[in-house]
């Protein structure tokens, strides 16, 4: 069974460039998350979708990040435009529904350098 | 507002030691706690995930345990080995959508 997957898996770009960074979580997965690790801080939550709908997007740092599941698949986040303090390590994890909350299986993370 | 603390911040064994990492956390309402392993440039992977309602996980070399009422966790490691050498993150599920809290870490170094 395949994991979850992330692509880019590095991305250098300058400041005020736009980065979409994708994630692919397992499949079957309803959960989705995306989470951050800047220089020297904790890993950060962002948001959680469960299939394509938004259910917590309390971690998101601005309205210059926008997060997408469309289908309930695949992910999509943008950061437009981007700034310094947005670099770091961006991870994606998936987990099945259910009434137990479940492992969530991290993606390999996508290395992010505004320059 | 939920913390998550890991002591210590690095820790430098001898192979075939036991040892035990440190997670505590500030509010005792949780849902979940996980253990991971994170290898330098690498993904996380999940090593132990125990429910609140349960006292303690084992895998292999492995076991967790969690006293909700102190806020704390440790994740025990028998007979340890250079291969365990990695970094040892603990995060907390705080809210029922499964949003995870983090702590910083403990990187854990085992010489053969």
Not at chain 1, 7 to 29: A, M, N, W, Y
Request: glycine share 10%; hydrophobic share 30%.
């Amino acid at each position: 069974e395949a994991g979850v997957t992330q692509f880019p898996s590095h991305s250098v770009i300058e400041k005020g460039q736009t980065v979409t960074l994708r994630c692919d979580p397992i499949s079957g997965h309803d959960n989705l998350y995306w989470y951050r690790r800047v220089m020297g801080k904790e890993i950060k939550f962002l948001l959680h979708f469960v299939k394509e709908s938004k259910q917590d997007e309390s971690g998101m740092p601005n309205n210059r990040f926008l997060a997408e599941r469309t289908g309930g698949t695949y992910s999509t986040l943008k950061v437009q435009p981007a700034e310094l303090e947005d670099s770091g390590v961006y991870f994606c994890a998936s987990s099945q529904q259910g009434i137990l909350q479940e492992t969530q299986y991290f993606g390999p993370g996508t290395r992010l350098l505004v320059l | 507002k939920q913390e998550v603390t890991q002591i210590p911040a690095a820790l430098s064994v001898p192979e075939g030691e036991n040892l035990v990492l440190n997670c505590s956390f500030t509010d005792s309402a949780i849902y979940n706690l996980q253990w991971f392993r994170q290898d330098p440039g690498k993904g996380l992977t999940s090593l132990l995930l125990i429910q609140s309602s349960q006292r303690e996980q084992t895998s292999g070399r492995l076991n967790a345990s969690l006293d909700k009422s102190s806020g704390r966790s440790t994740l025990y490691i028998a007979a340890s080995q250079p291969g365990d050498s990695a970094t040892y993150l603990c995060a907390v599920g705080s809210s029922n959508t499964g949003k995870l809290i983090f702590g910083q870490g403990t990187t854990l170094q085992v010489k053969p």
